[in-house]
Structures are given as C-alpha cells and as structure tokens.
C-alpha cells in the first residue's frame, strides 16, 4: 500500500512539473493562473457524470451552403452564386509610363469554386493569371455620399496558393463625369482603397483615403497606421478572411480581420501626413547669421602641451621580462610541404605555372612550445600618451542649435470632418500580382453594422463553420500542438504509458495472506485447532476486505488519470484560444 501511495505522489509531481514547463514556454500566457486541484475536481465529477456508452466517434456535422441575401439597405452586393461576371467590366486600358508587353490590363478574371471548398456551390471572382495587370469594375446602386451614416465595407479574400508579391484590396471610385469603367487604370480617381498586400516579408492592410485640399483643390493620400497585430497568418494559412472597414462621421475608423478589430483610430490624428497642415512653418527666406555660434564646447584656448609630452611613443612595446620557452625550435618552420600531396595529372607548368606541394602544420612542432624565429610579446607602452589635445572646456558664446523663425502658413487650413470624402459610384480592382487563384467573395457596401454583420454570418460564417467540421479530432489536434512543442510528449506519456503500468501493477500485487511459516518464525502462541467454519468465515471476510481495498484503489487512479488528462486538454485549449487572438499571436519561425 505505501508503494502505491508513493507512485501517486510521484505522478502528481511529474504532472505538475509537465504543466510548469507549459507555462514557462509561453511568455504571453504568464499571468494565467490555474487551479489545477479545481480543474481536476472538476473533471473527475464531469467524466463521471457524461461517460459516453459507447466509444464510437460522433459523425461530422455537415454544412450546407446557401447564398447570402442582404437583410437592410444596400449599396452594393455581390456573391458570384449566379456564376457569371453580369454588372462587372473588364478593363481595356493601358498602364501608363510601362512597357507595351505589360502595360495592357489583359490578366484574365473568372468566377469558379474555391479550390477545396467545403461548400460545394460557393463562388466567387477569382483573379487567375500571375505577373499580369488585372482591372474590373462593378457600379453601386446609386452612389454613396458622405452625410450622417457610416460606410461599411466588408469582403472576403482567400490566398489559395499563398501570395508572393501582390494586392487583394478594392478601390471606391470616385463620382465623376470622367468616370469610364471601361478605361479603369491606376490613375483613376478613387475615394478610398481598403484591404491587403504583401511583397516579400512586408505585410500591410492598406486603409487609404483621398483628401481634397480646400485652398488648392488638389487630392492627397492620406494613409493610416500600420496595425500592430500579426498580419502574416492571414497572407499564409490559405483560408478564406473577412476585412471590414467602419467609417464613422465622427471620423473615427475601425478595421477588422474575421470580426476582431485590428486597427483603428480617428482620420483627424491617426493619418499620415495629418488632414491638416500646421498653422506655423518655418521661414524659408530664414537664414543662421555669419557669426552664430553652435558650439557648446571649445578647445580651452590657453592649455600648453607638457614639456614631456611625447607624441611620438609607441603604444605597444616588446616585453624585456619576456624568456624564450625551453624547447622552442628555431630552425623548424611552422609550417611545411605536405610530404603526402601529389602534383594533379592536369596540371600544366606552361599555364598554371610551377607547382608546389600545400603547406601544413609542421609535425614537429606539436609536441614543442613553438617553431621558427621566436620574438618577445608585445606589451603596452606605459609611456604611450598619444596625440596631445587641449581639453574641452564650456563655450562662453554658445547660442544654441539655430533654427528658422516660425511664420503663419500661407497654405494653412482646417478640415474638422474629413468624413465628408468625395462621393463613389463604383467598386473596382486594380491589381499586380506575381500569384495566381486570389480568391475574392461576397462584397457589401452599406451603412449599418448589423446588415454587415448578417451578411458576414451567412456568407464567411457558413466557411469557417464548415472549416471547423474538418478540421482533425481531439487525437490528430494534440499530435500536431505536440510537433510544435515537443515538452507535450511528457503530458502524453503521462497520460497514456503509465496508467497502463499502474493497471499492471494493481493486478499482479495482492494483499499477502497470513500463513504459518509466519508464526513458526515467532514464539507467538499458534492454536492447534481452528475450526472449519471460522476458518471459512475469516477468509471469505479478508478476501472481501482485499477486493474492496483494491477497488477504491483502481477507481482513485482512474479519476487521477482522468482528471489529470482533462486538465491537459484545458491547457492545449486555452493556448490554442490565445495563439488565435490577433493581440497575443506570434509570429512563427519557419
């Protein structure tokens, strides 16, 4: 019995150290803290109460695809179900300022399913030629303007085959009379560009606005903060994303990757270059007097060099106390010709010249404390001084760092509702990509967050939901959690291997019976005579004593293991919770 105590408390201290180093190799998670005699309580009373009759897997559930249909005023919808490009335009235009070969807008654009989908029937636009210009356009309804509600929108983008360099973001055209989605180019006027790129190792979410100067008429971009989450896994994973953009008319934003926003800010702070210029600038026609001093320390003008300064000393003199170690071998060079080498058959003296065997490390010289010419070691010069120089002392006449005078900006203005952008009438994509099958779906332009929000639910809801149904059982989740954090191995031992043994154990071990060697090796008196009926009745009560003992054992195990196993899980899951969250994701090492 103390054995088997002992084994428990061995257990339980390897499993706590298992869950120490969980904690230990994830710094995000260390102000977590678990209850461990909680959760495994807790799981003991829970697997008690929920064992499964049976251990045959559930089925997995099945997703079925049906088109979204907006539930609220739209100005802009489309989910490419019916299967063709009706209300889009290609463009025919040229990329100016580009070579011929390249400067045609001819990248090829279909509607086809999703490589791999999990919802047969689900289409969308996908861009399907690499290293080519690709434009397409679609009109709203009616445009949008600028006025008292928000803009909202929200797509969705699936990188099938990964993105080397290339766009996936959308343009709002501007309202013009110039408008021709037929000659949509990058030149073309657009009130905003929203959605992602990546060229090399630089990930962006663009959010970009164009800004009209109200002094000069002129159009500027105006570009917002990068984000501070982890963009790379939604360029890499190769599953489908949700980008939202709300626009306030209290000129606040918000940007949202999968409904988690990701950035945000207001247009009159959080801009780059501001909306608004500064009201100063400095005076251009501005210039430093000749005689402004902007030397904070001068040479002291009256130190003398000492008379025993010497500039001339050598920092590194030999050392006189130095002796030449007993043994050294003056006439043995360091190194030698390799007496093995042998002249190539190809060699040619006429072309290559004479040859000569390389050079190693003389064999004599191994077992000496050196070889060739000795020379004392170099010591420093306790004379050295260097280059004599007057100390530095404070500039009486030090005026500061000079700077120009400030003026009023002549271009000064202030724009306190940036919101109020130009009017746009058309979506468009005008895109460079060096990767092919960019995977576009489900575009709504509207202003309120709820029909936004229904859209995604049906739309980009029903793939994630169907992801999720494939996705591998608890088993093939813990063999992969395990690949990228080899220290769950132990967990899994733990949990798997040494129950097996404790199994083992309880069923060769019994309790040892008294016998009467026992009492021949004491003096303890031994009847002579024992009656069969309370022989019988002593060994049918110590045989049910065992049994029961037993028992209570085997069930104590079975719930340690189980809690213990529950517990594990717990953690894989709240790692796995806070890996996903765009606050708290890392990036990995490949």
């Known amino acids: 019995m103390e054995l088997k105590w002992l084994l428990y408390v061995a257990l339980l201290a390897l499993g706590t150290l298992a869950i120490q180093a969980h904690d230990m190799d994830d710094d995000n998670d260390g102000d977590d803290v678990v209850d461990i005699e909680d959760d495994l309580d807790d799981g003991i009373e829970e697997v008690e109460e929920s064992k499964p009759e049976t251990s045959s897997p559930p089925p997995t559930p099945k997703v079925t695809y049906r088109a979204p249909v907006p539930t609220g005023e739209v100005y802009f919808v489309e989910s490419f179900d019916k299967g063709t490009l009706d209300g889009w335009i290609l463009s025919k235009a040229k990329k100016d300022d580009t070579d011929d070969e390249i400067s045609k807008y001819d990248g090829k654009w279909e509607v086809q399913d999703m490589k791999d989908t999990k919802l047969p029937g689900d289409k969308g636009l996908v861009l399907v030629t690499r290293a080519k210009h690709h434009a397409i356009s679609s009109k709203l309804s009616k445009p949008f303007v600028f006025d008292t509600k928000p803009l909202i929108i929200q797509y969705e983008v699936n990188f099938q085959n990964g993105i080397e360099c290339g766009g996936a973001y959308v343009k709002l055209l501007s309202k013009t009379p110039e408008l021709n989605l037929d000659q949509f180019h990058d030149k073309t006027p657009y009130t905003i560009m929203f959605g992602p790129d990546k060229c090399g190792e630089d990930y962006k979410l663009h959010f970009i606005f164009r800004h009209k100067n109200p002094k000069t008429g002129k159009y500027e971009e105006k570009h917002a903060k990068r984000p501070d989450a982890d963009l790379k896994t939604y360029f890499t994973d190769k599953k489908t994303h949700l980008y939202t953009l709300v626009l306030n008319p209290d000129n606040s934003f918000e940007i949202l990757v999968d409904q988690t926003v990701v950035n945000s800010g207001n247009l009159l702070n959080d801009m780059s270059p501001p909306v608004n210029p500064p009201r100063e600038i400095e005076d251009p026609n501005d210039q430093k007097p000749e005689d402004w001093d902007e030397r904070p320390k001068i040479p002291d003008p009256d130190a003398v060099k000492p008379d025993d300064w010497d500039e001339d000393a050598p920092a590194k003199i030999p050392d006189e106390n130095a002796v030449k170690p007993e043994g050294w071998l003056d006439d043995e060079p360091e190194y030698v010709a390799d007496p093995d080498a042998e002249k190539p058959e190809d060699w040619d003296e006429d072309m290559d010249g004479e040859w000569e065997a390389p050079q190693v490390a003389n064999p004599k010289c191994e077992s000496a404390p050196g070889c060739g010419t000795w020379q004392r070691p170099m010591i420093d010069n306790p004379n050295y001084k260097g280059k004599w120089k007057p100390p530095m002392i404070d500039n009486v006449n030090y005026q500061g760092i000079w700077k120009p005078r400030k003026i009023p900006n002549p271009d000064f203005f202030e724009d306190l509702e940036p919101f109020k952008m130009t009017p746009f009438s058309a979506v468009g994509l005008e895109l460079w990509s060096m990767t092919s099958d960019i995977f576009f779906d489900n575009f709504i332009i509207c202003t309120e967050r709820a029909v936004a929000d229904d859209w995604a639910n049906d739309g980009w809801g029903l793939k994630k939901a169907a992801d999720g149904a494939a996705e591998?059982?608890?088993?093939?989740?813990?063999?992969?959690?395990?690949?990228?954090?080899?220290?769950?191995?132990?967990?899994?031992?733990?949990?798997?291997?040494?129950?097996?043994?404790?199994?083992?154990?309880?069923?060769?071990?019994?309790?040892?019976?008294?016998?009467?060697?026992?009492?021949?090796?004491?003096?303890?008196?031994?009847?002579?005579?024992?009656?069969?009926?309370?022989?019988?009745?002593?060994?049918?009560?110590?045989?049910?004593?065992?049994?029961?003992?037993?028992?209570?054992?085997?069930?104590?195990?079975?719930?340690?293991?189980?809690?213990?196993?529950?517990?594990?899980?717990?953690?894989?899951?709240?790692?796995?919770?806070?890996?996903?969250?765009?606050?708290?994701?890392?990036?990995?090492?490949?």
């Open 472 to 590: 591998p059982g608890v088993v093939g989740q813990m063999m992969a959690a395990a690949e990228e954090r080899p220290w769950l191995w132990v967990v899994y031992i733990l949990t798997v291997a040494l129950p097996v043994f404790l199994v083992v154990l309880f069923c060769c071990s019994g309790k040892k019976q008294p016998s009467a060697a026992e009492y021949k090796k004491t003096d303890a008196p031994q009847p002579d005579v024992m009656s069969e009926e309370k022989e019988e009745e002593k060994d049918k009560g110590d045989k049910e004593e065992e049994e029961e003992e037993e028992t209570n054992e085997e069930k104590l195990g079975s719930k340690f293991w189980l809690g213990f196993l529950h517990v594990s899980t717990n953690f894989l899951q709240e790692e796995e919770n806070v890996n996903r969250s765009p606050r708290n994701r890392k990036p990995r090492k490949d």
